[in-house]
């Protein structure tokens, strides 16, 4: 009985080899297509696939957690606020 070898690189990712996909997808929290897209733009090495995702992680900008406008206005001054709610 023989093993099967496995011949790929431990840095470089094989799109075709499921089990390596579903360890870095669930790694880098991505989708497949995700996935695929950083594969496109930073090439198949492990490394690179990563940095390209963190790089694209800190560009989007945390929509949610960022307060309006107006609630930044009654927080600083008060009377300001009523005065624009009086308008």
Not at 30 to 54: D, P, T
Request: net charge positive; hydrophobic share 45%; proline share 3%.
């Amino acid at each position: 009985m023989h093993r099967r070898q496995y011949r790929a690189t431990r840095n470089k990712l094989d799109l075709t080899d499921r089990v390596q996909v579903r360890i870095v997808r669930k790694r880098l929290k991505v989708s497949e297509e995700q996935l695929a897209s950083l594969v496109r733009k930073a090439g198949n090495s492990i490394a690179a696939v990563h940095k390209e995702a963190s790089t694209q992680r800190l560009l989007r900008l945390p929509a949610s957690r960022m307060a309006p406008a107006e609630a930044i206005v009654s927080a600083e001054a008060p009377e300001i606020a009523e005065e624009q709610a009086a308008i």
